[in-house]
């Protein structure tokens, strides 16, 4: 396990930091803001099984967003071999932006867990909307570029 680890790159890393960060520890505090009882009687293992599957669908729009509008650009940029990762480390740290912008909130306003959920994908789907529209121009722009090089 440890030359598994040592053998691991600055970017695997940084994506697992970021996806711990990101997705796994507001999920820790969003089960602590609804259900304080549940967060002190489960074991680790369920805690973090129920930690992970709150965030989780924020992030699954967002590889979806980003691997829609962004796997073109990445394609035309790199080799490809990257393109997962780089979409898994887009998508966490968006994601992280809305959860803690959302838990901010929370400490002002007491809410339900639906509403949360609710205003959670209204405001994750106002901060994709620019980065989709910003990703289908560079695509548009990337193939004006090929067809003028093609000419």
């Not at 489960?42 to 805690?47: C, V």
């Not at 035309?76 to 994601?95: H, K, Q, R, V």
């Amino acid at each position: 396990m440890d030359n598994y680890l040592t053998s691991l790159r600055p970017s695997s890393w940084f994506l697992i930091f970021t996806l711990i960060i990101g997705v796994y520890i507001p999920g820790y505090v969003l089960t602590y803001i609804f259900v304080p009882a549940l967060f002190f009687k489960l074991d680790w293992f369920k805690l973090s099984v129920i930690a992970l599957s709150i965030p989780t669908p924020l992030v699954l729009v967002n590889s979806l967003l980003f691997a829609w509008h962004y796997i073109p650009v990445f394609r035309l940029f790199g080799d490809g071999n990257y393109t997962p990762t780089l979409i898994a480390l887009l998508s966490a740290i968006a994601s992280s932006i809305v959860l803690y912008i959302l838990l901010c909130i929370l400490f002002f306003f007491k809410v339900s867990i639906i509403t949360f959920l609710i205003v959670a994908f209204v405001v994750q789907f106002i901060i994709s909307l620019p980065i989709g529209l910003f990703g289908t121009i560079m695509t548009q722009q990337i193939e004006e570029i090929k067809k003028n090089l093609i000419r």
